[in-house]
């Protein structure tokens, strides 16, 4: 049975037809509408919900259309880009990487692949300038959340994978012919792109079985520097240029972690990086030692697995100063909480006595009445065990070092979460150490500002050959040592 649909999305109405039997949100996929769906569509989150005239907000992953309707979905957020970039990076001076250019106006793309957000930088190959930046949500997100949700997507459907690697390449693509477009020249100018991210991500884009990853002894396909020729990957490019992937550390430790910490100045001896995001990257680096590992914080800090959590984009409150106040992405009404509006609202919680140090709260929070924002019981549960997480997996670091926090010179605080959160937010919940207070310093997007300076520099390759030559890493699943500080570091400390 044939059923029209109409699709009212971003002031634009289409019709499309499909046939009965398959769930909305798998209708929207199919045909290419971005709805966002963190728990990958398990029915659980109650996110992907869309308007349907006549019977208001539904889930459209469990909603079966049975005759023509009309759909209005939700505005889609621009992502926020992280543009300004620390005092503590290091720029590398330009060396021409394209020896012989197949074009007299070569250009290379550095991409940063986020499990939320993807960040591309458009590079003049043949000066080292910056000519563009771009930003976008990762389309995958409407196939889950995190990693796991898109890893388990592949696993059980037959066509998960493809599906996923279309979904990034496709948005790639567009802005790839956006740009060339806008410098009036063609694909063929583009002729090398290389990516930092995660190693699913990194699977993913280049069409590698994710499954291995999640599986123990969760063994990834691969974790060294892959190098394939554009015209195997779809990618909108010279077919004859190379498509990077910089190398990842282990299954959860991926090139995002390694470029962003050899992007920092050698200023330091001792000293921490931590991204926090879908998971918590954490490295301490101890004079020629450096231990890397990956704690399962889950995605609380990216608004997912909390009731009215979002991603930092438009309509996100980022920021909770005070009862009644707070700041919006975007300048617009509230529609959501991201991950630092989250922690300030806990801290704020904490502060006046609405939850205890055990995180129990007595009834919900209401942050703006008029959208039905709000923090319940489960929000603070979802936050204790992502701080825990966080916090536990430096103490085994530290322990491992045989290091104490006085020995530490600097906290390096990474990624989109760390650049907008409250430090005092972070220290009042215990997401990071007090004793750190005055040494803690965000870096922004330092992963796409590393993949940056691979394109730029030969030297910078280097540095990361020598980064990954001290690396050891730390597999937190394993170590009681972990188990133990995870369950002591649950509680607020609030003194």
Known sequence: MSI?????????????????????????????????APCGGRGICGKCTVNVKGKGKI?????????????????????????????????????????????????????????????????????????????????????????????????????????????????????????????????????????????????????????????????????????????????????????????????????????????????HTNYLYVDIGTNGEIALVNKDRIFMCSTAAGPAFEGSNISCGMAAVSGAISAYPGFGRYEVIGNTEPSGICGSGILDIVAYLLVNNLIDETGLMKEPFIVYPENDIKIIQDDIREIQLAKSAIYSGIRVLMNLAGLTFNDVEALFLAGGFGNYIRTDSALLTGLLPGELKDRIYPVGNSAGFGVLQYLRSEHFGEKINRILRKTKYIELSGLDEFTTEFALNMDFRTG
């Open 4 to 36: 029209r649909l109409t699709i009212i999305s971003g002031g634009k109405s289409d019709l499309i037809e499909t046939e009965y039997g398959d769930t909305l949100l798998k209708i929207l996929r199919d045909k290419a509408y971005s709805v966002y």
């Open 59 to 267: 889930r459209s992953c469990t909603f079966y259309p049975e005759r023509d309707l009309e759909i209005s979905l939700p505005e889609t957020g621009k992502a926020v880009i992280l543009t300004s970039q620390s005092l503590n990076l290091e720029e590398m001076p330009f060396e021409k990487k394209i020896k012989q250019p197949f074009t007299t106006k070569p250009f290379g793309v550095a991409v940063d692949i986020g499990t939320t957000t993807v960040v591309m930088y458009f590079l003049d190959m043949l000066n080292g300038k910056t000519v563009k930046t771009s930003s976008f949500l990762n389309p995958q997100k409407t196939f889950g959340a995190d990693v796991i949700t898109r890893i388990e997507y592949c696993q059980k459907n037959r066509d998960g994978l493809k599906e996923l690697q279309t979904s990034l390449i496709k948005e790639i693509n567009k802005y790839l012919d956006d740009f060339t477009e806008q410098m009036n020249c063609s694909q063929e100018n583009i002729e090398i792109m290389a990516f930092a991210g995660n190693t699913t991500m990194l699977h993913i884009l280049l069409g590698e079985d994710p499954v291995p990853i999640a599986l123990a002894p969760f063994t990834p396909k691969f974790t060294d520097k892959q190098i394939r020729r554009a015209i195997n990957t779809r990618l909108s490019i010279n077919p004859d240029g190379s498509v990077i992937t910089l190398p990842c550390v282990s299954a959860y430790v991926g090139s995002d972690i390694v470029a962003g910490l050899s992007a920092l100045k050698d200023s």
